[in-house]
């Protein structure tokens, strides 16, 4: 079991209830304190669901029932506004810079575990913010997001 945090943010939409068809993975480009400082004490709008430091330790910012502000302008399963229906989990540091760790492999494993089944979830309902936001955004790295994806899919099965 990986520790967890909870470092509310003002930075969410409490209605309409969020959707929970899948998680967008991001990485907060930021060390792991760097990023909760930023999200909790910048101006800027954005959170997520939770955040995964290089040791696995978790944060959660807001929490699954509301609309975090992760996602941006974005595309996925033919929908836009992909906030209100994606769950949004970052990984801290840069993936195009240094590789996810083990850990942060574990415990986003962990995180989706009891959240797998409770809604339906197949690997299909996972995606990174590159693929919903081709050309704008470039996270994860495309060999780091096919190891979370094979992680994954070993975990869960394909569906
Ligand atoms: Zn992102």
């Given at each position: 079991?990986?520790?967890?945090?909870y470092?509310p943010?003002?930075?969410?939409?409490?209605?309409?209830?969020?959707?929970?068809?899948?998680?967008?993975?991001?990485?907060?480009?930021?060390?792991?304190?760097?990023?909760?400082?930023?999200?909790?004490?910048?101006?800027?709008?954005?959170?997520?669901?939770?955040?995964?430091?290089?040791?696995?330790?978790?944060?959660?910012?807001?929490?699954?029932e509301?609309?975090?502000?992760?996602?941006?302008?974005?595309?996925?399963?033919?929908?836009?506004?992909?906030?209100?229906?994606?769950?949004?989990?970052?990984?801290?540091?840069?993936?195009?810079?240094?590789?996810?760790?083990?850990?942060?492999?574990?415990?986003?494993?962990?995180?989706?575990?009891?959240?797998?089944?409770?809604?339906?979830?197949?690997?299909a309902?996972?995606?990174?913010?590159?693929?919903?936001?081709?050309?704008?955004?470039?996270?994860?790295?495309?060999?780091?997001?096919?190891?979370?994806?094979?992680?994954?899919?070993?975990?869960?099965g394909r569906?």
């Amino acid at each position: 079991m990986f520790a967890e945090i909870y470092r509310p943010s003002i930075n969410f939409t409490a209605a309409p209830a969020h959707e929970r068809l899948g998680v967008c993975f991001h990485h907060s480009t930021l060390e792991f304190d760097a990023t909760i400082e930023h999200i909790l004490h910048s101006d800027h709008p954005v959170s997520y669901h939770c955040l995964i430091a290089t040791d696995g330790t978790r944060c959660t910012f807001v929490t699954d029932e509301h609309v975090a502000w992760h996602a941006g302008a974005s595309a996925f399963l033919g929908r836009t506004r992909c906030n209100d229906f994606l769950l949004g989990v970052a990984f801290a540091g840069n993936t195009h810079l240094a590789p996810l760790t083990t850990a942060q492999l574990g415990s986003a494993i962990e995180w989706l575990a009891p959240r797998w089944t409770r809604h339906g979830w197949t690997p299909a309902c996972m995606t990174d913010h590159r693929t919903i936001a081709p050309g704008r955004k470039d996270d994860l790295a495309p060999a780091e997001w096919a190891r979370l994806l094979m992680a994954i899919s070993e975990k869960f099965g394909r569906g």
